[in-house]
């Protein structure tokens, strides 16, 4: 009778454990979730692209013959688009923009939404050349398919590839630059 006690208490304190251990790596990683991605448009968010860099400038500082490049796209006249059709059409926008960018980039591109209708692409293993033909197709991609509610979204796109020993900040400053 002891043993028998034992082996249901025993067993029912392990499913209560594994169930807990469960549940909070499941919530762990919904945090994860919520701390690196925006929650419109479901791409990674400044955070997360704050982090990549880091990554990238460490990865290249290690192996020297790497390349990376950023494009920072700009939705052009987007605030007009929201001040005259609303905020509503405005969001759907940026949910189709950022579906149509992401169906475009390869596996090991990213996009991350920058500030309201700024984004960056961060391209690994690509070149100045490669980032700008890479710009041009997603700007043609974007002024062929982006239409809502008679509205034709164009962007404007800014290119810059990493210069060793440069920062985070100055690359993308130098993407902000190519922009305009």
């Not at 082996?7 to 762990?28: D, P, V």
């Not at 596996?107 to 309201?116: E, K, L, N, V």
Request: proline content about 1%; hydrophobic content about 40%.
């Amino acid at each position: 009778l002891a043993m028998a006690q034992f082996l249901i208490t025993s067993s029912s304190t392990l499913m209560f454990c594994f169930a807990f251990s469960y549940r909070m790596r499941q919530q762990k990683k919904e945090l994860n979730n919520l701390a690196t991605h925006d929650p419109l448009t479901g791409v990674a968010n400044r955070r997360a692209l704050e982090e990549t860099l880091l990554s990238i400038i460490e990865r290249i500082t290690r192996h020297p013959n790497q390349q990376a490049s950023l494009l920072m796209i700009d939705l052009d006249k987007f605030k007009s688009i929201n001040d005259e059709h609303g905020h509503a059409t405005g969001d759907a926008l940026l949910v189709h923009f950022a579906d149509t960018v992401r169906q475009r980039l390869r596996a090991s591109d990213g996009i991350y939404r920058y500030g309201g209708e700024e984004f960056v692409v961060v391209a690994e293993n690509t070149s100045l050349d490669e980032a700008g033909i890479l710009a041009e197709s997603l700007r043609l991609a974007v002024q062929e398919n982006m239409q809502h509610e008679g509205l034709k979204l164009t962007i404007s796109v800014g290119v810059a590839e990493y210069i060793a020993g440069e920062s985070s900040y100055r690359w993308l400053e130098r993407a902000d630059m190519a922009l305009y």
